[in-house]
């Protein structure tokens, strides 16, 4: 397993039939992790514009993540996940490197943003320049916030009566942390 080669690319559109898989991926991650979830065919719209990026041995997908960008040029890197096998070995780092490549490439006027829990996720985001920003300097697209509707800490922190959380530029509360990075472009 060790000498497995990994290759991370981003997507084309023949990649779409990963995206079921991919969709479980993070559906299983986010059992264990503050991940929302994602439908498969919301993640084969994001292969099919070459918006994501996947890790595969011996053409078996491994590692996933992708950007969208919202009306404010936010771009999000979302679903980053990587089969439990294989954590350890950097797999995740190079996917959003390729991440913040892509999204710099295509998005130049942009800035890259994040949510997470994680502190393996802050601390990678912090290596590649990322700083903690409150949420309300992230992006006010409403469909950008619709997205956390999918993790599964929504219903309770969002409870009547809940004070868990900071609030969201849509008026809901959120136990994630935001991070924020101008593109080098910029």
């Known amino acids: 397993m060790p000498n497995e080669e990994v290759v991370v690319r981003v997507s084309t559109p023949e990649d779409v039939r990963y995206a079921q898989v991919a969709s479980a991926l993070i559906e299983r991650a986010s059992h264990q992790h503050e991940i929302a979830t994602r439908s498969p065919e919301e993640l084969a719209e994001q292969i099919r514009l070459g918006n994501a990026v996947i890790a595969l041995i011996d053409g078996e997908l ?14 999000s890197h979302s679903g980053l996940v990587v089969e439990p096998q294989f954590r350890g070995r950097k797999i995740g780092k190079r996917l959003k490197l390729l991440l913040c490549e892509e999204s710099e490439r295509r998005v130049p006027d942009g800035r890259m943003i994040s949510l997470t829990t994680s502190p393996q996720v802050r601390h990678m985001n912090t290596s590649l320049e990322f700083r903690v920003v409150p949420l309300v300097e992230l992006t006010i697209d409403p469909k950008f916030w619709a997205g956390c509707r999918g993790c599964h800490n929504f219903a309770s922190v969002n409870a009547p009566g809940s004070t868990e959380g900071e609030l969201t530029p849509t008026g809901d509360r959120c ?12």
């Open 62 to 75: 491994i590692g996933f993540g992708y950007f969208k960008v919202w009306s404010d040029l936010a771009i």
């Open 175 to 186: 136990c994630c942390e935001g991070m924020c990075r101008r593109n080098k472009a910029r």
